[in-house]
């Protein structure tokens, strides 16, 4: 079974800070894994992933993610918050199989709150 | 070009009916998936269609069930109504090839509410 951990439900940073949420992965093979971001009363938008190659991602609005595979660990950061990042971010992974045929299972969020 | 688009946006029912639920994936997506969040929660995989057959399935009852037409809209439906089946339905789309290296594109949602 495929599991994803968010260990905070919210997150507090200033404006102009950098920012971490983390995220740590449980899976049997070689993970993908995403980072979406959920706006109130909307679907969810594609942020970054992470298929292979290089551990540090980049990704949009100038987030950027780090495969540790030793941590299981897939945590989101950017250099300087923004007060419109303020959001619910979900990271979500999936184990890929030769069918292509695989659920994503997705963290339980944590809220992004950047302080002006 | 459309993004991924869900209809109704909201939704009021009853316990015990029926609801369908509509989805269109981005175009030149192959690939449906349902997720169910609840309040405050994570998005739950219901299932996945893949030229019209049911491919993964997560942890819902027999209620839930779906279909995939020939032009890659889906629809999910749910039986028997409870209280417990109030929440956002997501509809998501992507490419199956490549072993599901394509990130999955969200529609807003259906919110479901059952009194």
């Known amino acids: 079974a495929q599991s994803v951990a968010q260990p905070e439900d919210q997150v507090n940073v200033a404006e102009g800070n950098p920012l971490t949420v983390k995220c740590t992965y449980s899976v049997s093979g070689n993970p993908y894994l995403f980072w979406y971001v959920q706006y109130p009363n909307r679907g969810l938008q594609f942020l970054l992933k992470?298929?292979?190659?290089?551990?540090l991602v980049k990704g949009s609005y100038g987030f950027e993610a780090e495969f540790n595979k030793s941590q299981t660990s897939f945590h989101l950061k950017k250099p300087s918050a923004l007060v419109s990042d303020s959001a619910l971010y979900f990271c979500?992974?999936?184990?890929?199989?030769?069918?292509?045929?695989?659920?994503?299972?997705f963290g339980t969020g944590t809220k992004l709150q950047v302080i002006p | 070009d459309a993004g991924v688009t869900q209809s109704p946006t909201h939704l009021i029912k009853t316990r015990g009916q029926q609801v369908t639920l509509r989805c269109s994936p981005k175009?030149?997506?192959?690939?449906v998936s349902w997720y169910q969040q609840a309040l405050g929660q994570g998005p739950q995989f219901i299932f996945q269609?893949?030229?019209?057959?049911?491919?993964q399935r997560g942890n819902f009852p027999d209620r839930f069930s779906g279909h995939q037409f020939p032009n890659y809209s889906s629809e999910l439906n749910v039986n028997a109504l409870l209280l417990g089946d109030s929440a956002l339905y997501l509809c998501a789309s992507s490419f199956l090839r490549l072993q599901g290296r394509y990130e999955q594109y969200f529609g807003p949602g259906t919110r479901l509410t059952v009194t």
């Open positions: 992470y298929i292979t190659g290089d551990n």
């Open positions: 269609y893949y030229e019209e057959e049911e491919r």
């Open positions: 979500a992974v999936r184990v890929p199989n030769s069918g292509g045929y695989q659920k994503v299972t």
């Open positions: 175009s030149g997506h192959d690939t």
